[in-house]
């Protein structure tokens, strides 16, 4: 059992940054890919990133691309979202999430991951 633990969220201007941190525990976290969603009000849960085991695999949902920035740092079972050019439409709550599946191909889908964080708010502001 894995447990999930974001933070770094909060209010912030547009054109800002924030950066997400998640801790992992209770598992083999070099084991797992790394996810990060968002869900905004009234709307469905979006792929924001995701990262392999090793780092070396990255990828992006097209919302991100060029401004959100995902790492990892296995040594202390961390994984990171660093956001900036924030727009209010980024508001949201942040989610990470961890996976066993591993092949590029829908690795973005939520459906993959099995361990949920509780998510923090990110909130930007106009």
């Known amino acids: 059992q894995v447990q999930l633990v974001e933070s770094g969220g909060g209010l912030v201007q547009a054109g800002g940054s924030l950066r997400l941190s998640c801790a992992a525990s209770?598992?083999?976290?070099?084991?797992?890919?790394m996810g990060w969603f968002r869900q905004a009000p009234g709307k469905e849960r979006e792929s924001v990133g995701a990262?392999?085991?090793?780092?070396?695999?990255?990828y992006y949902g097209d919302s991100v691309k060029d401004r959100f920035t995902i790492s990892r740092d296995n040594g202390k079972n961390t994984v990171y979202l660093q956001m900036n050019s924030l727009k209010p439409e980024d508001t949201a709550v942040y989610y990470c999430a961890a996976s066993t599946f591993s092949q590029p191909l829908g690795i973005l889908r939520p459906n993959r991951y099995v361990y949920w964080g509780q998510g923090t708010q990110v909130t930007v502001s106009s």
């Open positions: 990262i392999n085991w090793s780092g070396a695999g990255r």
């Open positions: 209770g598992g083999a976290f070099t084991t797992y890919t």
